[in-house]
């Protein structure tokens, strides 16, 4: 860490500052004051508290935005009807947009039956929709399973990434496993932008926010842990 000195030898606002980032990183990420029973714990609370905040939110949303049609409703100005099919025959619901900013953020209702933002789509030509919820079912389940023995088992450090990637990968196979897809319901477009890629931007769900927010944090730690392992290089 030479290069973060200056000509007299003396540590400079820059080292100070990164010093302090890899201190955060320890404490507030790694945990590293915790015992490995507080960690596990820790990481228990943290799952349990999201994935129910998860699988609350999936149950108002599709409380609120659709109902079941009997075909003796009038559709209202902002209503519109929507089909599933399925093994058991075909659902109609009425449906309904609410839009939270406009222009720019709305809740919708979708059902997901892929995984990946829809990567593992050409299974559906292969695989009936059931055989898929197992597929699906399965493969997250291992990937959780991974990500635990990886990064926290042995040495029980990356808590907070951890945490955030296990409880979105739960609450979505919760989802599937009970419903046979995932709910999601938060869309984000910008109507006047000229970019059709990515506009709007694929429906997701607040288990994905963990996991996005999980792996962002993973990354952080991983690359701050080098230095919160050795201490040599902050002396």
């Known amino acids: 860490m ?3 000195k200056n000509r007299k030898g003396k540590r400079t606002i820059r080292y100070q500052l990164f010093k302090k980032i890899v201190a955060f990183n320890e404490k ?4 590293s004051c915790f015992s490995r029973k507080k960690k596990f714990f820790l990481l228990g609370t943290i799952v349990f508290c999201f994935v129910l905040a ?3 939110t999936k149950y108002f949303m599709v409380s609120m935005l659709i109902q079941p049609y009997t075909g003796t409703e009038i559709l209202e100005k902002d209503q519109w009807l929507i089909e599933f099919h399925d093994a058991t025959g075909k659902e109609v619901f009425i449906t309904k947009e609410i839009h939270v900013i406009s222009n720019f953020w709305s809740f919708v209702y979708v059902r997901n039956y892929n995984i990946g933002f829809s990567a593992l ?12 919820k197992i597929i699906f079912v399965v ?15 042995k040495e029980q450090r990356h808590v907070l990434g951890v945490a955030c990637i296990v409880s979105g990968g739960f609450g979505n196979i919760i989802d599937r496993a009970t419903r046979g897809y995932v709910v999601d319901f938060v869309k984000w477009y910008w109507a006047d932008s000229p970019l059709a890629l990515f506009n709007p ?5 607040l288990a994905d926010v963990f996991v996005s927010s999980g792996l962002a944090i993973l990354l952080w730690s991983l690359l701050f842990s080098h230095y919160s392992r050795s201490g040599a290089s902050l002396k």
């Open 54 to 56: 998860d699988l609350t």
């Open 139 to 153: 493969l997250q389940s291992c990937a959780v399973f991974l990500f635990v023995l990886t990064f926290f088992w």
């Open 2 to 4: 030479t290069y973060l």
């Open 121 to 132: 789509r050409f299974l559906e030509d292969y695989f009936s929709k059931a055989m898929l």
């Open 28 to 31: 507030w990420v790694h945990f």
């Open 201 to 205: 931007w694929p429906i997701f769900n």
